[in-house]
């Protein structure tokens, strides 16, 4: 166990999130109507065989079936994502370290396909991987300790772990991830986006309540609605929004039949990785005791990244782990590996060891995947005898001030929490989107632009995510997109 400060959780609390100026929100709508417009103007002329057609459609002769693919449900993709396509699933074909080198790929008919030239982009500055602690790297601890984890058990497993899949570094792991987080027990998972989406429905189900904040992760969309229960959304971060659902539920129970919910679950994030923000949790683990309600809490983005000894949200505030039900993060940000977890009291892993599909049906987790973690983990605990993990957690902490207010500092409006590493920056109009990361690659960075649907429609950005790997150099040249400025605002 760790011992909590309940004097941090007093600390600043310091988030911004401008609002769309109104002629920017205005001009963005005219730009998506303008592409809208065209969007069915070149419909019109695949559907007459003017322009080729490259998306699927029904065969003339089973015109008269039930229609497989639904045309104006694609809309969207052929239309508009498919313009600035060239922006993602750039293929990498290096470590995705700080720098890392990208296979260079052209397109020949605005982005439905792709030719790889054959050469390399060397030394693009990585802003897109959540590689926060700099563990994706192939030269150090972590790796030389995953070579010899292979040597030892091989690649893979072939079995799950309730059969012949349990080995013993999977339960070192567990032992240690429990210790990591001050909690009773612990249980790991071969995938992290399984780890929310199939644990959940093994903790609710029909008759239970779900509350969970409007902007979290997919993957706990998905576990919400495959446990059958009943789903209630809450504004992101509005503590007043979710007592007024806790409120509400006690007072009118289940619909019908007015009977008490048999359980309500608060579901929320530690960093929400495309707003930046941090959650609340104090005031969460308030509500949740006061109304008698169970919490888990997704720290996919904050394990690692926050807190003064790493261990994520709830050390960041200086809170007692006890007070979080469930403790679900991955192994796949900060610790440059694969996987993820859940934490708690015994009796919650016992149960899930039993109940959880990820735990009975997927294979387990790679020998070598464990062996990174556990390296990782024990460096960031200061375990292995030096002060490394300590340094990064310091440069990541640094680095994110100083790239933020650099950004700041040069009229970018920027979204989130002062101490997250995600930094998201406002692009708004689509033309934006596709322009910035287009210009970005020329000079040598690597970025992540997002819009609709991934974002609100007027709220499409380019987000970057900072690293303890990342030099002031690197941070320097990136925020020096200033020189970006004219081309951009005026797309």
């Known amino acids: 166990?760790?011992?909590?400060?309940?004097?941090?959780?007093?600390?600043?609390?310091?988030?911004?999130?401008e609002e769309t100026p109104l002629l920017v929100a205005v001009l963005t709508y005219m730009g998506y109507g303008i592409l809208t417009i065209f969007g069915y103007l070149r419909d019109f002329l695949r559907q007459?065989?003017?322009?080729?057609?490259?998306?699927?459609?029904?065969?003339?002769?089973?015109?008269?079936?039930?229609?497989?693919?639904?045309d104006f449900e694609n809309f969207y993709t052929r239309n508009l994502y498919m313009r600035i396509r060239d922006n993602w699933n750039r293929p990498i074909c290096s470590v995705p370290g700080a720098k890392m080198d990208l296979v260079e790929r052209v397109s020949h008919d605005y982005n439905w396909t792709?030719?790889?030239?054959?050469?390399?982009?060397?030394?693009?500055?990585n802003m897109g991987s959540y590689n926060y602690l700099g563990f994706a790297e192939n030269i150090g601890a972590c790796a030389d300790a995953a070579v010899k984890a292979t040597h030892k058990y091989g690649a893979g497993v072939s079995s799950t772990r309730c059969e012949m899949g349990?080995?013993?570094?999977?339960?070192?792991?567990?032992?240690?991830v429990a210790r990591f987080l001050g909690v009773e027990s612990s249980m790991a998972f071969g995938m992290g986006f399984a780890t929310n989406s199939m644990n959940i429905p093994a903790l609710t189900g029909k008759g239970c309540l779900i509350l969970s904040d409007e902007l979290n992760h997919a993957s706990l969309v998905l576990g919400a609605r495959l446990s059958g229960s009943t789903i209630r959304v809450f504004k992101h971060n509005n503590m007043q929004s979710l007592e007024k659902l806790l409120r509400d539920a006690i007072v009118h129970g289940q619909p019908r039949t007015h009977r008490p919910w048999k359980k309500i679950l608060i579901v929320v994030e530690g960093i929400y990785s495309m707003e930046g923000s941090v959650v609340r949790l104090p005031e969460v683990i308030a509500l949740?005791?006061?109304?008698?309600?169970?919490?888990?809490?997704?720290?996919?983005?904050?394990?690692?990244?926050?807190?003064?000894?790493?261990?994520?949200?709830?050390?960041?505030?200086g809170l007692d782990p006890k007070d979080v039900d469930?403790?679900?993060?991955?192994?796949?940000?900060?610790?440059?590996?694969?996987?993820?977890?859940?934490?708690g009291k015994k009796e919650l892993i016992d149960y899930l060891r039993t109940h959880s599909h990820s735990a009975l049906y997927a294979t387990s987790m790679s020998p070598p995947v464990a062996q990174q973690i556990i390296t990782s983990m024990k460096i960031i605990m200061g375990e292995d005898g030096t002060k490394l993990g300590a340094d990064r957690l310091r440069q990541l902490s640094e680095n994110t001030t100083y790239f933020r207010r650099k950004l700041r500092d040069m009229g970018f409006i920027i979204y989130g929490n002062d101490d997250s590493p995600v930094v998201p920056m406002m692009l708004y109009m689509p033309a934006k989107i596709g322009a910035f990361g287009r210009e970005m690659l020329k000079r040598n960075i690597g970025t992540v632009v997002v819009g609709f649907p991934a974002t609100p429609i007027i709220e499409s950005r380019a987000r970057f995510c900072i690293s303890a790997a990342h030099t002031r150099e690197m941070l320097d040249t990136v925020s020096h997109l200033a020189n970006l400025k004219p081309i951009y605002i005026c797309i």
């Open 166 to 176: 349990n080995l013993d570094i999977h339960e070192e792991l567990e032992q240690l």
């Open 114 to 125: 792709f030719e790889h030239t054959g050469k390399v982009v060397k030394d693009v500055i």
């Open 326 to 343: 469930i403790m679900m993060g991955t192994f796949t940000k900060s610790f440059g590996a694969a996987g993820g977890y859940i934490g």
């Open 48 to 70: 007459w065989n003017i322009e080729k057609c490259h998306v699927a459609r029904e065969r003339e002769e089973q015109k008269d079936f039930v229609p497989l693919y639904q």
């Open 288 to 317: 949740k005791k006061r109304y008698k309600a169970y919490l888990y809490l997704d720290e996919a983005h904050s394990i690692g990244a926050l807190g003064p000894n790493g261990r994520g949200v709830v050390d960041y505030f």
């Open 1 to 17: 166990m760790w011992p909590h400060n309940p004097q941090s959780i007093f600390k600043p609390f310091v988030e911004s999130f």
